[in-house]
């Protein structure tokens, strides 16, 4: 549980884990934090882990924004 009392709804995420879901270079996953371009890190204990359900939310971004500017993809996904 949160310090809220309410369940905490993510895991932490750590950069191999990320890169995983998004398969990018170290070098591409820091330039996407520092423009801006991907969720930031958290800092635990001098490591760096990304939140589950932000790196989520960026995923579903991601697709909105690739079936908007390809109406044919969100045909293909549907059938």
Sequence with gaps: MSMTGRPIS??????????????VSNV?????VRDGKF?????VAKNN??????????MDEMSTRRVASNPKASSRQSA
């Design 10 to 23: 993510y895991t932490l995420l750590s950069a191999s884990d990320v890169q995983k879901i998004a398969p």
């Design 28 to 32: 591409t996953l820091w330039r996407w």
């Design 39 to 43: 969720p930031a890190p958290i800092r």
């Design 49 to 58: 882990f990304w939140r589950s359900d932000e790196v989520g939310a960026w």
